[in-house]
T-cell receptor, first 118, second 114 residues
Framework: AQKVTQAQTEISVVEKEDVTLDCVYE???????LFWYKQPPSGELVFLIR??????QNEISGRYSWNFQKSTSSFNFTITASQVVDSAVYFC???????????????FGTGTLLAVQP | DAGVTQSPTHLIKTRGQQVTLRCSPI?????VSWYQQVLGQGPQFIFQ???????GRGNFPDRFSARQFPNYSSELNVNALLLGDSALYLC?????????????FGPGTRLTVL
């Protein structure tokens, strides 16, 4: 069964602290894709990253970095030197390439609410 | 370029009524997907349409239906509304409907069923 678990419901940090958001996934497929989305209070989901199952290289984009480890089925997200504007709900999601004809079916976790205090 | 647009922004209905939500994808995108997000939860997949054909359906009752038009815009219809249908309905578009690609989401329609 496909499943995404984000065990951290809420995290509160002070500005400039580093913070890591955890994501653990379950899938029986060997080909799959992992995503992170940000949902600010306005409600619109903002795409952050897509990673396929064959690419385990970590990725860095500015203050954002992602650590993909197939051995532990984890795809964690770290924000370095957090800022108040980073406050939002962050979702990890899974898509299986072999799922029937629905190539864009995303399985989302329950999200982690990040509050960055000034 | 304009992003994904959805209308209306907010909607209030009563139980048993029917509702139609609309979505316009990013220009050039041919795939549209619909998600339901109940407060405090992650979005749940409802439908994907590509080139006007349904490509997938999530675990939702037949009261939910959708269609895609020649200009790739889409409508989501929900009949016989229940209180539990109250949620944020999100539309996402992507350039591909035949391979996994980034999906770009609209601002959503917040539906309240009384």
């Amino acid at each position: 069964a496909q499943k995404v678990t984000q065990a951290q419901t809420e995290i509160s940090v002070v500005e400039k602290e580093d913070v890591t958001l955890d994501c653990v996934y379950e899938t029986r497929d060997t080909t799959y894709y992992l995503f992170w989305y940000k949902q600010p209070p306005s409600g619109e989901l903002v795409f952050l990253i897509r990673r396929n199952s064959f690419d385990e290289q970590n990725e860095i984009s500015g203050r954002y970095s992602w650590n993909f480890q197939k051995s532990t089925s984890s795809f964690n997200f770290t924000i370095t030197a957090s800022q108040v504007v980073d406050s939002a709900v962050y979702f990890c999601a899974l898509s299986e390439a072999s799922y029937g004809g629905a190539t864009n079916k995303l399985i989302f976790g329950t999200g982690t609410l990040l509050a960055v205090q000034p | 370029d304009a992003g994904v647009t959805q209308s209306p922004t907010h909607l209030i209905k009563t139980r048993g009524q029917q509702v139609t939500l609309r979505c316009s994808p990013i220009s050039g995108h041919k795939s549209v997907s619909w998600y339901q997000q109940v407060l405090g939860q992650g979005p749940q997949f409802i439908f994907q349409y590509y080139e006007k054909e349904e490509r997938g359906r999530g675990n939702f009752p037949d009261r939910f239906s959708a269609r895609q038009f020649p200009n790739y815009s889409s409508e989501l219809n929900v009949n016989a509304l229940l209180l539990g249908d109250s949620a944020l309905y999100l539309c996402a578009s992507s350039s591909s409907g035949t391979s996994v690609s980034e999906q770009f989401f609209g601002p959503g329609t917040r539906l309240t069923v009384l």
